[in-house]
């Protein structure tokens, strides 16, 4: 057969009649190549052709395990004891919270190596154990474990549900990607709830001693409760919410107990793999993570419940001034941003297939837009259109002039739960539409003809409530840039100075409100305190105007650059077409208008905070019934503005003419401390 081995080869030469060998042709362009010249065809680009080269290098081969890394194989029937269980449990916990924290679920949910052997513990397809040590059962496994695991992966496709609705953003505040395996998407939650029963039944009936068997079935009572939380429909039983919620609190505190630290030896820490992504699909790359103490997951874990009363309240108070106030004030008092899964809830609840807060109209958001923010009912407004419309064919507009205000009204309610920058951005976007709006409503009213004053009046209101709407945004958009710390030195006396213009404007439009609101109504005790509120912020913002002024040391050419760079959301060209949306951000009259400003003798910076710190205090003793449930918040808003005013009145000059000898490097902006107002280095 040796004759016969060049027609050997032939038969390895591998697609038959429809290929043809074209080796000859890759050899001689090989010749014709420079040495260490590369071609690469289209879509496989240098880095592929590294990666391919790279085996064996941890930092590109996901799949390389290190001699550090190398564990035991994990077998899920290997008998556990009670507190291992309990233990395992425990750390589910912690897994769940480092999802919602924006850890992927291959680094954090499924690393719990039990999520991957459902079917190797289910105790149908599993004979009966022969000889089996009562201190470590196997149904500890089949039973137990299996049920907390069932209810831990339907806690997280019931999120997951809520999460894909795309009010909050994959990547950017959570992780979707699932890596194939499943979150039970086929299995009813109500069995899974009985799954957790029957697993307390097993251990009640067991001979564990009682303190063993309260731990672990409480354990299982939270992973239901918590089950329950994810089902509930907080629109239909406010009432039981509460009862459910405090259940689960009542649960948590409890399981908190402390209890005895496992073994270094224990087969329980071999369920807990976080090198497991390396052994699933992925589209990202692979870091791995450690999940937190036990005792943070608990403080996560009850921060996570206890945010399902914020929600109770927000659905208990259907009034846009509540909400507004309720995701504004936590911005304000710079708390920690709520997990994604209650931000999408929140906007889920508030706006969801064409209803507000699951039973009002659209036209709701529309009545209360106007009654909460002017003061005068929907139904008083267009009695004043009627009686002032001279041709009926005019009343048509109003059609369009709602459906513009539910299409800008809900969005921004909703962005309240943004995420901070994703907040700031739409608040940039919210200005010019709020500024259409504005546009529309002025020339809208142009075309009446009212019969009398009080008419009138009415009728010059309305646009008014537009014109508050994006001057409120203004203001956030500015004091959030210092709260995201996004301002240079240099930028910051620009940044109070045009907040105190717009300030300005604000109060402006708040006075002329209140001469024709009725008093001691919500809208008019609102509009009240933010008059004083405003002009308290403008004397801070005036002051720290002069104090930060020697940060500028650019050519006013740089200055106007990154001016126009910074507040671009006032320079669109859509603007130039609509009325004038004061004050125009003009920064040639920002020189003359400072040098005027620090030439003025009779202004005392520290009094201006004083004075400003004496208004902060006497509105922190209001009420607020009109804000509900988040009256306590902007008690300390306004308290935290004062002690900000209060810190930096000692060191302020007590005249401009000592601004020379002002120290500026003391002042540090912290926003941990106060989100706007500088305080004062030690």
């Known amino acids: 057969m040796a004759g016969y081995s060049g027609f050997d080869d032939w038969f390895e030469m591998p697609g038959g009649d429809d290929f043809v060998d074209v080796s000859d042709v890759l050899v001689a362009g090989a010749r014709d190549m420079e040495p260490e010249e590369v071609l690469l065809m289209d879509g496989f680009t240098l880095m592929d052709a590294m990666s391919a080269f790279e085996i064996g290098e941890p930092r590109l081969d996901s799949g390389m395990i290190l001699e550090e890394q190398r564990r035991p194989p994990f077998d899920p029937l290997t008998p556990l004891l009670p507190e291992e269980v309990c233990w395992i449990l425990d750390r589910s916990f912690a897994c769940e919270m480092e999802w919602h924290a924006g850890k992927t679920l291959s680094q954090s949910v499924f690393t719990l190596l039990f999520v991957h052997h459902l079917p190797d513990?289910?105790?149908?397809?599993?004979?009966?154990?022969?000889?089996?040590?009562?201190?470590?059962?196997?149904?500890?496994?089949?039973?137990?474990?299996?049920?907390?695991?069932?209810?831990?992966?339907?806690?997280?496709?019931?999120?997951?549900?809520?999460?894909?609705?795309?009010?909050?953003?994959?990547?950017?505040d959570w992780q979707g990607e699932k890596c194939?395996?499943?979150?039970?998407?086929?299995?009813?939650?109500?069995?899974?709830?009985?799954?957790?029963?029957?697993?307390?039944?097993?251990?009640?009936?067991?001979?564990?001693?009682?303190?063993?068997?309260?731990?672990?079935?409480?354990?299982?009572?939270?992973?239901?409760?918590?089950?329950?939380?994810?089902?509930?429909?907080?629109?239909?039983?406010?009432?039981?919410?509460?009862?459910?919620i405090a259940a689960s609190l009542g649960l948590l505190h409890r399981v908190r107990a402390p209890r005895p630290e496992i073994s270094s030896e224990s087969p329980a820490l071999l369920a807990m793999d976080p090198y497991i992504a390396r052994r699933l699909p992925n589209f990202m790359p692979i870091r791995v993570t450690e999940l937190p103490s036990q005792n943070k997951t608990w403080d996560m874990l009850q921060g996570f419940i206890e945010y399902w009363q914020e929600v109770v309240h927000l659905v208990t108070s259907p009034s846009l001034l509540e909400w507004e106030a309720a995701g504004s004030l936590r911005f304000a008092l710079r708390r920690s941003v709520p997990p994604p899964f209650h931000r999408s809830l929140v906007q889920s609840l508030f706006f969801d297939r064409n209803m507000v807060f699951g039973s009002q109209q659209l036209v709701w958001l529309v009545e209360h837009f106007y009654e909460e923010t002017i003061g005068i009912p929907y139904t008083t407004i267009l009695k004043a259109i009627e009686r002032s419309t001279p041709?009926?064919?005019?009343?048509?507009?109003?059609?369009?002039?709602?459906?513009?205000?539910?299409?800008?009204?809900?969005?921004?309610?909703?962005?309240?739960?943004?995420?901070?920058?994703?907040?700031?951005?739409?608040?940039m976007k919210d200005v010019l539409q709020w500024h259409q709006l504005y546009d529309v409503l002025?020339?809208?009213?142009?075309?009446?003809?009212?019969?009398?004053?009080?008419?009138?009046?009415i009728l010059r209101a309305i646009p008014q409530a537009a014109q508050l709407r994006r001057l409120l945004t203004s203001r956030e958009i500015i004091l959030s840039g210092f709260q995201q710390e996004l301002y240079a030195p240099e930028e910051k006396p620009i940044a109070y100075w045009y907040l105190t213009r717009i300030l300005?404007?604000?109060?402006?439009?708040?006075?002329?409100?209140?001469?024709?609101?009725?008093?001691?109504?919500?809208?008019?005790?609102?509009?009240a305190f933010q008059a004083e509120h405003l002009s308290a912020l403008q004397m801070v913002s005036t002051t720290l105007v002069a104090l930060t002024a020697s940060y500028i040391t650019s050519p006013w050419h740089r200055i106007s650059?990154?001016?126009?760079?910074?507040?671009?959301?006032?320079?669109?060209?859509?603007?130039?077409?609509?009325?004038?949306?004061?004050?125009?951000?003009?920064?040639?009259?920002?020189?003359?208008?400072?040098?005027?400003?620090?030439?003025?003798?009779?202004?005392s910076p520290s009094a201006s905070l004083q004075l400003a710190r004496d208004i902060f205090s006497r509105l922190a003793e209001s009420s607020f019934d009109w804000v509900g449930h988040w009256a306590t918040d902007r008690r300390e808003y306004l308290r935290n503005l004062a002690d900000a005013c209060n810190r930096l009145e000692h060191v302020a000059p007590a005249s401009l003419r000592e601004l020379a000898t002002f120290n500026l490097a003391a002042l540090k902006w912290i926003p941990d401390v106060h989100p706007w107002v500088p305080t004062v280095a030690s």
Request: glycine share 2%.
């Open 121 to 172: 513990i289910n105790p149908e397809y599993l004979p009966p154990e022969e000889d089996e040590d009562p201190t470590r059962p196997r149904w500890l496994i089949t039973v137990v474990i299996r049920a907390a695991i069932l209810g831990l992966l339907k806690c997280c496709d019931l999120a997951w549900r809520e999460l894909s609705k795309n009010r909050v953003h994959d990547v950017e």
């Open 180 to 244: 194939d395996v499943s979150l039970l998407e086929g299995i009813n939650a109500e069995v899974v709830s009985r799954i957790l029963d029957m697993a307390c039944d097993w251990l009640r009936q067991s001979e564990f001693p009682e303190t063993q068997v309260a731990a672990l079935c409480d354990r299982l009572l939270l992973r239901k409760a918590i089950l329950q939380l994810y089902r509930y429909n907080f629109l239909s039983d406010t009432a039981q919410a509460r009862v459910e």
């Open 391 to 427: 041709q009926p064919e005019l009343a048509s507009m109003r059609d369009v002039i709602e459906r513009r205000i539910i299409k800008i009204i809900i969005p921004h309610v909703r962005s309240n739960w943004f995420n901070p920058p994703r907040r700031r951005r739409h608040l």
């Open 442 to 457: 002025l020339k809208d009213i142009e075309h009446y003809e009212p019969p009398d004053e009080p008419t009138a009046r």
């Open 504 to 527: 300005d404007v604000h109060i402006g439009c708040i006075e002329d409100l209140l001469s024709i609101i009725t008093n001691d109504t919500p809208t008019y005790n609102e509009l």
């Open 561 to 603: 650059l990154n001016f126009l760079r910074r507040y671009k959301w006032v320079f669109k060209a859509e603007f130039d077409l609509l009325a004038p949306a004061e004050p125009v951000p003009d920064l040639l009259t920002f020189p003359n208008a400072l040098k005027e400003f620090l030439l003025d003798e009779l202004y």
